[in-house]
């Protein structure tokens, strides 16, 4: 194994159930994640993220394949791996009876190093505005999910593998949690991170990995990824659409799938804004909304070379 790789998966499959009606949920991964990146790990919901992450932790075992992280054998070394390792999961179970300090303290004693380990929580829930005095029974599901990430990084692990970490949280505590992602690989640490969201991925990844349907379709540099200058665009006219303006935005070589809706128009578009704002200034804009592509709608412009180069 490569002395930069983290993680090295190859040939990683596994099947769930068995004969005509398995399911492949992961098929024939291989990918390397190198010591000191965020590598964001992306696909929509049933793609094979989580089933991913539970192989390597080994939670699950694979049907065909292998991998390793530090290199070490993720089956027969896992306790070791453990030790070494952070880890949210996509769902997270606490004891509801609990409060946040008490687990963090348990947690602690089972690492080895109580003290030590209850100081950086203390710092960690600080920064995240987290208060640990609570039972978990009393916490909103934000703060469920801020006590997971104190358990994943108080013991200042080599490896964070995260699932979703960011769901439910505020956008000011993704804030904090982008900076605490990027002063951990400053310390030349790595992390895992699985996510649906296109925005935290662009925000602090280094690489980008695409999964879709149980295989990695794409690795890339996030620059390379979400370089594809197209929206979604909704506007709305206080009256009607003005006659002849979806044929006049059809012509336009930027835009493409335009559709209407009473008042509202909707459309695909690519580069400058200029030449839209032009031919809708025909009538009187009430609201004009721009959205992102979705991780799919990126995929499969990233393929079709429907990006600009």
Request: hydrophobic share 40%.
């Amino acid at each position: 194994m490569a002395s930069d790789s983290v993680i090295e998966i190859s040939g990683l499959s596994k099947t769930y159930g068995s004969g005509d009606k398995g399911t492949l949920a992961l098929n024939r991964l291989d990918l390397r994640v190198n010591r000191g990146e965020i590598f964001g790990y992306l696909g929509p919901n049933g793609a094979g993220k989580t089933t991913t992450i539970r192989l390597l932790l080994d939670l699950i075992r694979p049907s065909a394949g292998s991998a390793r992280i530090f290199g070490l054998d993720i089956r027969n070394d896992s306790v070791e791996i453990h030790r070494r390792i952070g880890f949210l999961p996509g769902e997270l179970t606490l004891w509801e009876g609990r409060t946040g300090r008490q687990i963090i303290d348990y947690v602690g004693s089972v690492r080895g190093d109580a003290k030590g380990i209850a100081k950086h929580a203390d710092e960690l829930a600080e920064r995240l505005n987290l208060d640990t005095s609570k039972r978990v029974r009393d916490l909103s599901s934000g703060n469920k999910r801020k006590l997971g990430l104190v358990i994943a990084m108080m013991h200042s692990p080599e490896l964070l593998i995260l699932d979703e970490p960011t769901g439910g949280l505020d956008p000011l505590v993704q804030q904090t949690f982008h900076e605490m992602m990027d002063e951990y690989r400053d310390k030349g640490k790595t992390v895992f991170l699985s996510s649906h969201v296109l925005s935290e991925v662009q925000a602090i990844c280094d690489r980008v990995g695409i999964l879709r349907d149980g295989e990695l379709k794409a690795v890339e540099s996030v620059e390379k990824i979400t370089n594809v200058e197209f929206h979604w665009v909704d506007v709305t006219f206080r009256d009607a659409i003005p006659a002849g303006l979806p044929q006049q935005l059809e012509a336009l070589p930027s835009i493409t799938d335009v559709s209407t809706n009473g008042a509202r128009i909707r459309m695909r578009m690519l580069g400058d804004f200029d030449p839209l704002l032009r031919a809708i200034s025909s009538g009187y804009v009430e609201t004009l909304h721009v959205e992102e592509p979705s991780l799919e709608e990126i995929f499969l412009a990233f393929y079709s070379g429907d990006k600009e180069s």
